[in-house]
């Protein structure tokens, strides 16, 4: 028996568009709180997202889906000047490919960034989502943050 490989865009599971080439440093990062936006359930990671983009001259497109998202981000994270608050995007088949980087919780997201060619740094959002680097790796995912590194 033979194997037959299903490469390509063709064979994605989304409607993604294929990646090319990305630039080795990193011009616009996008960050999202997950489905109800809460930037306050991992704030380390994105105020230190913040500062560090900043000194980096990096600019940081924030997605805020709602008024909580909105008053979250406003209260945990300074944003800075070249930053954009974003609101809910309906259809993201095309979203992450505009990015070097995005920054989120572990979600439907993070595949879909991985298949449109963009860098996830993931982590869990809840303390009971406790999925093993090594699962993440098998996935070809490894900047994936744990629990504890989350709040250090």
Same mark, same amino acid.
């Given at each position: ?50 500062? &560090? %983009?900043?000194?980096? *001259? ?6 805020? /889906?709602? #008024?909580? $998202? +909105? ?20 259809? &993201? %088949?095309?979203?992450? *490919? ?6 989120? /919780?572990? #979600?439907? $997201? +993070? ?42």
């Amino acid at each position: 028996s033979s194997i037959n490989n299903l490469r390509g865009p063709q064979f994605f599971l989304t409607d993604s568009k294929s990646c090319l080439s990305k630039k080795s440093f990193p011009e616009r990062i996008v960050a999202h709180a997950g489905g109800n936006g809460d930037y306050s359930k991992a704030k380390y990671i994105y105020s230190k997202l913040a500062e &560090i %983009s900043d000194a980096n *001259s990096i600019k940081v497109d924030w997605i805020c /889906p709602n #008024s909580l $998202s +909105l008053n979250s981000i406003k209260k945990n994270i300074e944003i800075n000047k070249n930053d954009k608050i974003l609101g809910w995007k309906k259809d &993201i %088949s095309t979203l992450w *490919s505009n990015y070097e980087i995005v920054v989120g /919780p572990a #979600s439907t $997201s +993070l595949y879909e960034s991985i298949i449109q060619g963009t860098l996830p740094v993931s982590f869990p959002i809840a303390n009971n989502q406790v999925t093993n680097l090594k699962d993440w790796l098998s996935i070809g995912h490894s900047l994936h943050i744990s629990n504890d590194q989350k709040e250090n």
